[in-house]
């Protein structure tokens, strides 16, 4: 873990500034001579900067980005609890953790953040930017904003601008959190019960039914209390509880619902056919956080771009789980194969997707519902 100290104030879009930034990113391998092997991972909305830890299944020694092979960037977003500046650091004004005080930030001012650490590596070409959900807004907007950089981006998951619908499970999870009445006391168990509720709730965001009932039916039709599902749900809560700081939950929350790559710009759609970078759009079909009519809208408005659904039964948290499927995909677009085909159309009809959209993969996950590090 490396972290970069920059001793000058960082302008956020909402206007307010932070009098300086830290930025914890990791790194693995070692750029060849004309640094045409990076690869840099944009990590989803409570991971941490060592993609090792939660996507272990492609990033490694022997795996699809194999840092003998590449070398491999990624930054702990803005706002998170694990280095980079947020809500844990200290605010100077107080002396005191900024908590609830610390300002709103957006998915531009991560990606900003991004482009400071770029540059401090002496980066100016990029082979692969990947990222998924939050990760995957991320890697959309900097290939808006630079499209120059970019030899290839995939999008996992994602969307252009976040949905009411994504919005109303963060404004559900920060009220479970404000509900709890220790989240403005001091200490380090304030707001600790309401990020558990948080975590259930968007437990059922990121699973489906399937995954529930293929994992967590009873097999006692006797029981009347204390069933799978339920400790499953406590289980999710606590997990993360011990992980993450209430205080970040809510600031990422906050930027996730911000994302919308039209804002200030002529519309979505023209931000989208502005990339040049060949873009790989893969969606996950049991997703109902990111239903894949998202992705099928990314991937009509990206020239030259390639839309893949893989089957899972693992909701939206396939696209850390499905790893086989996913690499098979990326591998193609690195060596230049997908693109071979002419780009098909896809199209909404009834607020479904169609067109080319064939779900492909096995379907089978590599681990269980909870076994994953994130």
């Known amino acids: 873990m490396e972290q970069l100290n920059i001793e000058a104030p960082f302008q956020l879009e909402s206007g307010d500034t932070l009098p300086d930034l830290t930025i914890t990113y990791h790194t693995f391998g070692t750029p060849n001579e004309d640094k045409s092997n990076v690869i840099w991972v944009c990590h989803a909305l409570t991971a941490n900067s060592n993609p090792v830890d939660w996507w272990p299944g492609l990033i490694g020694e022997g795996k699809l980005l194999d840092p003998e092979k590449y070398f491999i960037v990624c930054a702990n977003m803005l706002g998170s609890c694990y280095g980079t500046t947020g809500p844990t650091h200290l605010n100077p004004a107080t002396g005191e953790k900024y908590g609830l005080d610390f300002p709103l930030v957006t998915v531009k001012d991560m990606v900003a953040v991004h482009q400071l650490l770029c540059k401090?590596?002496?980066?100016?070409?990029?082979?692969?930017?990947i990222g998924g959900s939050m990760g995957g807004q991320q890697v959309l907007e900097w290939a808006i904003t630079e499209p120059d950089l970019f030899e290839n981006i995939v999008v996992l998951a994602s969307n252009a601008r976040h949905s009411p619908w994504g919005i109303a499970f963060n404004e559900a999870q920060r009220m479970s959190i404000l509900a709890d009445s220790t989240i403005k006391e001091k200490g380090e168990q304030a707001g600790?019960?309401?990020?558990?509720?948080?975590?259930?709730?968007?437990?059922l965001s990121y699973r489906s039914y399937y995954t529930y009932q293929l994992t967590q039916s009873e097999k006692n039709d006797d029981k009347l209390d204390d069933f799978l599902a339920s400790s499953y749900q406590q289980y999710q809560g606590r997990k993360l509880e011990k992980r993450f700081d209430v205080?970040?939950?809510?600031?990422?929350?906050?930027?996730?619902?911000?994302?919308n790559v039209?804002?200030?710009?002529?519309?979505?759609?023209?931000?989208?056919?502005?990339?040049?970078?060949k873009a790989l759009i893969i969606g996950i079909q049991s997703d109902l956080l990111f239903p894949v009519e998202e992705q099928a809208f990314i991937a009509n408005h990206i020239p030259g771009s390639k839309l893949e659904i893989i089957d899972s039964i693992y909701g939206h948290d396939g696209f850390l789980i499905e790893s086989a499927a996913i690499a098979s995909r990326v591998n193609a677009l690195l060596n230049q194969i997908l693109f071979d085909s002419d780009k098909a159309a896809y199209?909404?009809?009834?607020?479904?997707a169609s067109g080319k959209i064939k779900p492909e993969g096995t379907g089978k996950g590599l681990g269980l519902p909870g076994t994953e590090t994130f």
Request: proline residues 0%; charged residues 30%.
């Open 192 to 203: 600790k019960a309401g990020l558990e509720a948080a975590r259930a709730i968007a437990m």
């Open 347 to 352: 199209r909404l009809i009834n607020g479904r």
């Open 262 to 277: 039209g804002r200030n710009r002529e519309s979505v759609e023209a931000a989208l056919e502005s990339i040049k970078a």
């Open 120 to 129: 401090h590596l002496e980066i100016d070409r990029i082979k692969l930017c």
């Open 247 to 259: 205080f970040s939950y809510l600031c990422l929350s906050k930027a996730m619902d911000s994302h």
